[in-house]
């Protein structure tokens, strides 16, 4: 029990240091991309290699390639639902700031189209939270099954961390410029971190003598959120800001993620 809590504190801490210095320090947009495509390439090394696979093997193609088109419509059904509460937010200034001239009309529209804008940019950090807890929680369980089989797990445990840390750094970021209060901000991260310790306890204890298709189906879940969050959030995210510069950093973050997964 000890090496499990200490494996998922570990692996949890990032996301709480990711927000930490997400709302304490404001970095340059262009970093704060390139720390998102970076975690995007370890995403994709994690789901190719650690999940879907690791999915198929236990449980088949089928059960596999189901699970995974779950976790994707999930995902992005709760992505779009985000964007429509982000635009909706941004609707409720009075009616009085638009009576005027047909300049202060004009004017008027387009402060509703940036605050909108920049609304639905907030919104990415929702986005990142979500992505984190729909992946992470079968990730993390994982993790916790491959610790109760006696398998090691380090290799997860690196990969966890790698892309946890710039999801909850750029996340944090992303919620503190929608105007989000620091301690609800600390308190959303941590509540997730807490929620991944627990699922790697789960894994290293019911589940880690459970039969392997069981497990199946959540690793194929949190594959297909995978995919889903890198297609809908983080690498559109990254671009907008990064550029072409966040393809040699995506690259570098799978090359780092699948050495690890060869340790």
């Known amino acids: 029990m000890g090496q499990t809590l200490l494996f998922g504190a570990i692996a949890s801490s990032a996301l709480v240091l990711g927000a930490v210095i997400g709302v304490r320090f404001e970095l340059p947009k262009r970093v704060l991309a390139i720390l998102l495509s970076f975690a995007a390439g370890a995403l994709i090394t994690a789901l190719s290699f650690e999940l879907f696979e690791d999915a198929y093997e236990r449980g088949g193609i089928w059960r596999a390639i189901i699970g995974l088109l779950a976790g994707a419509l999930v995902f ?3 992505s779009a639902l985000l964007d429509r509460w982000a635009q909706a937010g941004s609707r409720t200034k009075p009616a009085d700031e638009y ?3 047909a300049k ?3 004017d008027a529209a387009a402060t509703d189209k940036a605050a909108t804008s920049a609304s639905t940019r907030g919104a990415a950090g ?3 939270l979500a992505a984190v807890t729909l992946d ?8 916790g099954v491959s610790l109760g ?3 090691g797990g380090l290799a997860l445990l690196a990969a966890i961390f790698v892309s946890n840390f710039p999801e909850a750094l750029v996340g944090a970021s992303s919620m503190r410029s929608q105007g989000r209060t620091r301690t609800s901000i600390l308190g959303l991260w941590t509540a997730c ?7 790697v306890v789960v894994g290293a204890g019911p589940l880690s003598s459970s039969d392997p298709e069981t497990i199946s189906l959540p690793l194929a879940f949190a594959a297909g959120a995978v995919i889903a969050s890198l297609a809908d959030t983080l690498m559109p995210e990254a671009y907008e800001h990064g550029g072409p510069a966040v393809a040699m ?3 570098a973050g799978f090359a780092l993620s699948f050495a690890l997964s060869l340790a």
């Open 136 to 143: 992470g929680v079968p990730e993390n369980v994982a993790l």
């Open 149 to 151: 089989e006696g398998t």
């Open 126 to 128: 929702m986005a990142l």
């Open 76 to 78: 992005t059904a709760l």
């Open 104 to 106: 202060l009309d004009t």
């Open 99 to 101: 009576q005027g001239s």
């Open 249 to 251: 950093s995506t690259a």
């Open 193 to 199: 971190a807490v929620l991944l310790v627990i699922a």
